[in-house]
């Protein structure tokens, strides 16, 4: 049984975090209370990904914090990731597994609750679920779900879910209320002043509503 904590989900965008920079940003994140870290960057060559991830990687080490590497599953490897995440166009769930092995978390993005349900839980450890809100940091997101739809998603997904999509410490309640496991959010804490103060704020309240 893999251990994972989805409560407070970063995940990093490299425009977003340019002032600080990913790595210090994620290192200040899991200061503040971040339980995992996903490296998302979608214009990287693999062997920019596994640079900056090997870096992740060392300022993670010892927080507690997992690190989960987006789409490049060559890069997830090389690296030593926690984790890999994938889109629906990205991959193949199975391919992907048998890629990977079997210790490695492997999560999936869901939009709509007939791909919820299609989850085999033998393969994917945990569903992306979104986008709940409009959000800038993903031009190509389906239409956003709201809360009602996220209850729903969550509901079908027969593993573990984490919600996405506009989400900030406003609305941790709702999120919990929903179903779903956590929260992933990045322009809360990715290019904020002061990323572990933002993270310490989403993570007090999750202590509030958490089960």
């Given at each position: 049984m893999k251990r994972f904590d989805l409560s407070l989900y970063l995940v990093?965008?490299?425009?977003?975090?340019?002032?600080?920079?990913?790595?210090?940003?994620?290192?200040?994140?899991?200061?503040?209370?971040?339980?995992?870290?996903?490296?998302?960057?979608?214009?990287?060559?693999t062997a920019s990904m596994i640079e900056t991830g090997r870096a992740l990687r060392q300022?993670?080490?010892?927080?507690?914090?997992?690190?989960?590497?987006n789409d490049d599953i060559e890069a997830a490897i090389a690296?030593?990731?926690?984790g890999l995440h994938i889109g629906q166009e990205d991959m193949d769930a199975r391919r992907a597994r048998t890629m990977?092995?079997?210790?490695?978390?492997?999560g999936?993005?869901?939009?709509?609750?007939?791909?919820?349900?299609?989850?085999?839980?033998?393969?994917?450890?945990y569903t992306g679920v979104g986008p709940v809100f409009a959000t800038p940091t993903k031009a190509d997101h389906k239409q956003?779900?709201?809360?009602?739809?996220?209850?729903?998603?969550?509901?079908?997904?027969?593993?573990?879910s984490?919600?996405?999509?506009?989400?900030?410490?406003?609305?941790v309640a709702q999120v919990f209320a929903a179903g779903a496991k956590g929260l992933a959010v990045v322009s809360a804490i990715c290019g904020t002043p002061d990323?572990?103060?933002?993270?310490?704020?989403?993570?007090?309240?999750?202590?509030?509503?958490?089960?």
């Open positions: 990093l965008d490299p425009d977003l975090c340019a002032g600080i920079g990913m790595v210090e940003t994620a290192r200040l994140a899991a200061a503040g209370g971040a339980t995992m870290v996903q490296l998302r960057d979608k214009r990287a060559s300022a993670l080490d010892r927080t507690g914090a997992l690190l989960i590497v690296i030593g990731a926690d990977i092995g079997p210790d490695m978390i492997l999936l993005s869901v939009e709509t609750e007939l791909l919820a349900g299609a989850v085999d839980p033998d393969l994917v450890d956003p779900i709201g809360f009602d739809g996220l209850a729903k998603l969550v509901k079908a997904s027969p593993v573990p984490v919600a996405i999509g506009g989400l900030k410490a406003d609305h990323p572990e103060a933002a993270t310490r704020r989403i993570a007090a309240e999750i202590r509030k509503v958490r089960p």
